[in-house]
């Protein structure tokens, strides 16, 4: 145990109900490691170990049996969620000292599903853009290549999975928040069907754009934290007998036909695709039709900005970063004419993906446009002026995904010469996560990846 952060989660849990290590020990092995490597990594900028010893001593006084199935694993959580007693600051200097009384139900869930929080990860300001940075608290870096972005909004919660900070990361998603940093740390998300994992949100309760879920550095540590997130009983979800499933039918899309993608990613892709058809998958060219989808996008994305952030906007006018600012205010000037056509173009892409995929297996498309970014960059083109409304179109690969409303899995598949992962989206079928799960499981046996954390390189 001289080492633990480089076991995976399950194995960590296994020792946990054999009692052959304690919640106690695990906090004070995954603080050294912490103190070890998060510095210039800047994935985990809040801790609250004392909060969560006060948790590992009342687990350690219990049956292992009756912990839950996290069973005092410590599990980061996103600095846009709330936790009781702990600063949480949404990656805003308006929030800067906000400690909030008490927790989001989703964190509630997971403390009494066993999980020790011990460290908020650090996210853009209210979520907003690919790559983590903040007036707060600054840049997160990849592990994987320091040089580089880390993604966002969830670059925090992946640059620890992949650097040993972290076993399992709770992380959220609306344009590829789960997805972007999970490709450019080297690490595994699932977005999960609209409604899977409820959380708090007041004022859009039933938003289907915006998803929690779980981060993880494999698919079966993926299965395991999915079994917690998900409303239904833990265990429900959690696939514990190792089940995996060989799709049979499979639609590979380069672009989905709305946006670029970069000539290395392709590469990787395609290579990817051969290696399914070797091993017996039906592989076809095809993807649904996503007709306006960027344009519903856009006006949908603004209607929440402006119902979640209208009333910060008008008491803090100029604390937000422009990008923020601009999307807030894009969803005051729109017209009823536009939310309902946006409505109905969102309507029609969820019916004809789910119509496509009675037809298919998965769904298989890049997770990113680019295989990396320098970690100074404010967003791909910021530099040669391109403009503010066009900040998150570099995340169409991701954001048309959002739009269908399937459940995605993301999975690396390969390293490139930089040391950066390339990484692929599965989607599967209309709430179709258990399925989705195994044909990712099955898959991932294929792949040369390892997924232990690195040292931040």
Request: hydrophobic share 40%.
């Amino acid at each position: 145990m001289s080492a633990p952060w480089r076991l995976s989660a399950r194995e960590v849990v296994t020792l946990l109900n054999r009692g052959a290590v304690s919640p106690m020990e695990l906090l004070g092995a995954v603080e050294s490691r912490c103190a070890a490597v998060n510095g210039p990594l800047n994935a985990l900028p809040t801790f609250c170990f004392d909060r969560a010893r006060d948790h590992a001593r009342r687990l350690d006084g219990t049956d292992p049996s009756g912990r839950g199935p996290l069973s005092g694993l410590p599990v980061t959580i996103k600095d846009l969620t709330d936790v009781a007693g702990v600063r949480t600051t949404y990656g805003s200097a308006i929030y800067r000292d906000h400690v909030p009384a008490v927790s989001d139900r989703l964190v509630k869930r997971i403390e009494s599903r066993g999980g020790i929080v011990y460290a908020k990860s650090n996210t853009p300001e209210f979520g907003t853009g690919g790559i983590t940075f903040n007036d707060v608290f600054g840049l997160t870096r990849s592990p994987r290549n320091m040089t580089c972005a880390s993604g966002g909004s969830s670059g925090g919660a992946a640059a620890a999975l992949a650097s040993g900070c972290a076993w399992l990361s709770q992380g959220s998603d609306m344009a590829g928040s789960l997805r972007t940093p999970a490709a450019f740390c080297g690490v595994t998300s699932l977005r999960p069907s609209p409604g899977r994992i409820s959380a708090d949100s007041p004022l859009l309760p039933f938003d289907p754009l915006g998803q929690n879920g779980p981060m993880a550095r494999d698919i079966d540590d993926l299965a395991l934290f999915a079994g917690v997130l998900f409303d239904d009983p833990p265990g429900e979800f959690a696939l514990q007998d190792d089940t995996s499933v060989r799709p049979d039918r499979i639609a590979v899309s380069h672009d989905l036909g709305i946006t670029q993608v970069s000539d290395e990613v392709l590469s990787t892709l395609d290579q990817f695709a051969d290696t399914l058809s070797r091993e017996g998958c039906r592989i076809t060219s095809a993807h649904p039709p996503l007709d306006h989808v960027h344009e519903s996008f856009d006006a949908l994305r603004a209607h929440v900005y402006a119902v979640s952030f209208e009333g910060t906007l008008a008491d803090h006018p100029d604390a937000m970063k422009p990008e923020v600012q601009w999307n807030i205010r894009s969803g005051m000037d729109l017209d009823t004419e536009r939310l309902r056509q946006a409505q109905r173009q969102q309507g029609g892409i969820v019916d004809a993906a789910a119509r496509f995929m009675q037809d298919h297996d998965l769904l298989v498309c890049p997770a990113t446009s680019l295989l990396s970014i320098p970690a100074e960059t404010r967003y791909p083109g910021h530099d040669a002026g391109i403009p503010i409304p066009e900040y998150y179109r570099w995340l169409a690969i991701a954001y048309a995904t959002t739009m269908t409303a399937l459940p995605v899995v993301t999975i690396p598949v390969a390293l490139a010469e930089n040391g950066m992962p390339v990484a692929v989206q599965l989607v599967g079928k209309p709430a179709g996560e258990a399925r989705l799960i195994q044909n990712a499981r099955w898959i991932q046996r294929l792949l040369p990846w390892d997924p232990r954390a690195v040292d931040p390189r």
